[in-house]
Each structure stands twice: as structure tokens, then as C-alpha cells.
């Protein structure tokens, strides 16, 4: 784990959830799509009911222009586009399903071998599924660097036990990670809209473009979440990272407050 990472996790206001003091929200569409945000909203520190954050315009701006690259609406637009189009979902799909091949086979190995294994040979698991895929492939496609796809997979066996013990979530009910793209364009809209890149009329149009694709692919927030903290530790594949992922997460489905609690899925 980078110095930097723990300390930039060390530095966000994310130990709770945030709740807006008079949120505004009365349409039942645009709630949903600020639930959907919430993943990365959590994370963040920001207001997870609301289309605003909570959070002052210039921090928001700062943030999404060194981000993201978003610095007018122009920015946002093709920024927006390519969520909706491509966004990471193909590229680390190919990834997780290696991950998932790992964990069958050191689920299979027996409970005392795998104590051994975990503390000699963490990379056993990775090195006897590499039959079974082709790496290269899988550095190429994901766009990440191989050493940080092989830590992604060497780092997998804590990452699917957070989801079934944390989040609850069997990882192989996990088909799609388009969860990662669609929170990421929620959360973009919302801060477009703080910024005023675009009007607060157009939110859900630009928010929800992947909303039905996400319905489909998950049966309710848990799914959601869990999808998103495993495209999120592919991307950035940190101790640190997967370790506040899986936090912010697990209260978005715990705590009493949390819009998963009051916005329905469906």
C-alpha cells in the first residue's frame, strides 16, 4: 500500500455518513440516481441524499478538473459519453472473472493447507489458475500496468472475503461491473449540476443514462455496492483502498439513515 493512498484516505471526512441538513428532493427518479452516487458519495465525505454535496464549489471544481479533466460543460458532456459508451465495465470484467477463478480454486483447497498458503505463498492461487487465463490479455484489456494486475489477483482472496463477510454479497452473483460507471456519471451529474456545467432539469437525463442496464444487472443496492468496490480495487488495487471501499459500503447497507434503507430498488 502507497504512503500516499493511506494518507489521502486518512485525510477524508468519511468516518460517517452524510446526510443533507434540507434535502430538497421530492422526485422519486432523482432520488434513485442520488442513491445511486451514494457509493462514491460515502467514500468521499459528501451528502448522500441530495444532488448537491455539502462540500463548497471550489473544492468540487478543483476535484473534477484534476480527476477528471471536467472543466466546462463541453468537458462534461464527453466525459459523460464515454460512462455511458465504454467507461471501464469491458476492461475490468476480464479481470474480476480471473479473481473469481482463483478464489473456486482456494476455496477448494483444504482449510489448513490454506492457512499455510496465505502466510508462505499468497501468489500459489494466482500461479495454479494462470492455465486457466491469459494474462497478457488481461493486462492489456484492463489498461492497468501488470504489476498492478497481478496485485489485484495475488490481493483477491481478501477483497471476495469482504464482500461475502462485510457486504454480504456472494461474489459469484457478481455478473457485471457496471456498477463502477454508472456511480461514477451519477456522481459527475451531480457535481455538473453544483457547478452549473449543466441545468438541475437536466440531472436525469444525464445520470440515469446507464439506470436501466444497472437494473437489470443487480437485484437491489447490495449487489450495487459490492460491484462497485470490486471495479474499484481493480482500479486502484490497494490494502488502503479495498479497506475504506468496503467500509463505506458496508454502512451504506447497515446503518438506519442510509438512503438504501429508503429508496427502492425497483
Known amino acids: 500500500m502507497s504512503l500516499m493512498d493511506s494518507v489521502g484516505h486518512m485525510m477524508m ?40 454535496t455539502g462540500k463548497d464549489d471550489e473544492t468540487i471544481r478543483e476535484g473534477v478538473a484534476q480527476m477528471w479533466d471536467v472543466r466546462d460543460r463541453a468537458g462534461f458532456e464527453e466525459t459523460a459519453r464515454w460512462l455511458t459508451q465504454e467507461g471501464h465495465r469491458a476492461a475490468y470484467e476480464p479481470v474480476w472473472r480471473a479473481m473469481l477463478s482463483i478464489d473456486e ?8 493447507m490454506r ?20 494474462y497478457e490479455a488481461l493486462v492489456r484489456a484492463s489498461g ?7 496485485q489485484a489477483l495475488t490481493e483477491s482472496s481478501d477483497l471476495l472475503d469482504d464482500l461475502r463477510d462485510d457486504l454480504k454479497v456472494p461474489p459469484e452473483s ?4 457496471i456498477a463502477w460507471d454508472a ?6 451529474s451531480r457535481w455538473a449540476v453544483q457547478l452549473g456545467y449543466i441545468g438541475s432539469d437536466e440531472f436525469t437525463r444525464y445520470a440515469g443514462a446507464l439506470a436501466p442496464q444497472v437494473r437489470e444487472a443487480y437485484t437491489g443496492w447490495a ?11 481493480i482500479w486502484n488495487p490497494s490494502e488502503s483502498r479495498r479497506e475504506n471501499l468496503t467500509r463505506t459500503n458496508r454502512m451504506l447497507l447497515s446503518e438506519s439513515k442510509s438512503p438504501y434503507r429508503s429508496v427502492p430498488w425497483g
Not at 145 to 150: G, L
Open 13 to 52: 471526512d468519511n468516518d460517517e455518513l452524510h446526510i443533507a441538513p434540507s434535502p430538497e428532493l421530492t422526485d422519486a427518479t432523482q432520488r434513485w440516481l442520488v442513491t445511486l452516487s451514494a457509493p462514491l458519495s460515502a467514500f468521499n465525505g459528501d451528502w448522500i441524499d441530495d444532488i448537491a
Open 105 to 112: 480454486i482456494r476455496r477448494g483447497t483444504p482449510g489448513v
Open 115 to 134: 492457512a499455510v498458503l496465505a502466510m508462505t505463498f499468497p501468489a500459489y492461487y494466482q500461479l495454479k489458475a494462470s492455465r486457466q487465463m491469459n
Open 144 to 150: 492497468k500496468t501488470a504489476e498492478e494486475v497481478t
Open 174 to 177: 457478481i455478473a457485471s461491473l
Open 183 to 188: 456511480v461514477r456519471l451519477a456522481s459527475l
Open 223 to 233: 449487489q450495487l455496492s459490492a460491484a462497485y468496490v470490486v471495479a474499484g480495487f
